[in-house]
């Protein structure tokens, strides 16, 4: 698959991580781990399908459509060639774009006309209408620019909870996290869900699952234990057990194995475009 890459307009970058876009043929795509993360997907051409569980058939997805947090991993494939664009928002910043509580999303796939109705068939046309990656993702910076108008959410607080929690290598306990930002204990546990999915402990372990396993994958290692350890894992064990909870399988059967997953590099400049 074709990859390549896109910083939004600078008023949505402390919302929006990148715009990325990709084209490839009919196929299994790389697996979607378990993540606190949320993207919008926009199709130009082909679909793709969401692999079922339990021997249920494919899901459909539709032609636009929100991954929220997902406390499972996801298998996707395309029964055509495909190309599509996507919306990679920063953790915790999807709350600013809806009208919605995140709880009411999390792993779960949503079309964009249930949740922005007229605005988000608008939106959906203009993308797949165009005709280059400039005019899609400028189509993208009108319409998000305009949800950030709406539900922008005055809580900086908030804000700051998420990247606390998110970044904290050993985690952190919830009493000490509301002490730091200056809020109640009871007020920080009833805010998590619905600005993040799921509480703040269920964030706090998604998260550190998330950042070891994109560093692992990114560093195509199989030799984890140190950052295992570095990241507050207790030892090789916990981990283990951890990663199993959340893909099904061992490290090693997915770390060093060169596969693709949906993990890219920060941009660093103007754009960036790669394989």
């Not at 190309?83 to 999303?105: M, N, P, Q």
């Not at 249930?114 to 910076?141: C, F, I, N, S, Y």
């Not at 539900?151 to 730091?180: F, N, Q, T």
Request: proline share 7%.
């Amino acid at each position: 698959m074709r990859i390549a890459h896109a910083p939004p307009t600078p008023a949505l970058r402390a919302f929006v991580e990148r715009y990325w876009w990709g084209e490839g043929e009919a196929g299994d795509l790389p697996l979607l781990l378990p993540g606190t993360g949320a993207e919008l997907w926009i199709h130009w051409t082909g679909g793709v399908e969401l692999c079922g569980a339990n021997g249920l058939p494919p899901q459909p997805l539709p032609a636009a459509h929100l991954l929220c947090l997902r406390q499972e991993r996801w298998s996707l494939t395309s029964r055509a060639a495909v190309g599509f664009v996507a919306v990679r928002f920063r953790a915790g910043a999807l709350r600013h774009f809806l009208g919605t509580g995140i709880d009411d999303v999390a792993d779960r796939v949503v079309s964009a006309t249930d949740l922005w109705g007229p605005e988000g068939r608008r939106m959906t046309d203009e993308v797949r209408l165009a005709t280059d990656p400039g005019a899609r993702t400028d189509a993208l910076d009108r319409f998000l620019t305009g949800l950030l108008a709406v539900h922008h959410r005055a809580d900086p607080w908030m804000d700051a909870a998420v990247d606390l929690v998110y970044r904290s290598p050993g985690g952190m306990r919830v009493d000490a996290l509301a002490e730091r930002l200056g809020v109640g204990s009871r007020r920080l546990q009833r805010a998590f869900p619905p600005a993040v999915g799921v509480g703040p402990k269920g964030f706090q372990r998604l998260a550190r699952f998330q950042r070891l396993t994109r560093a692992l994958l990114l560093s195509d290692q199989r030799r984890y234990l140190p950052e295992a350890l570095g990241a507050g894992f207790y030892d090789q064990n916990h981990f283990i057990r951890e990663f199993r909870h959340f893909t099904g399988r061992r490290p090693t059967a997915l770390l060093g194995q060169g596969l693709s997953h949906f993990y890219y590099e920060p941009l660093r400049g103007p754009g960036q475009a790669g394989h």
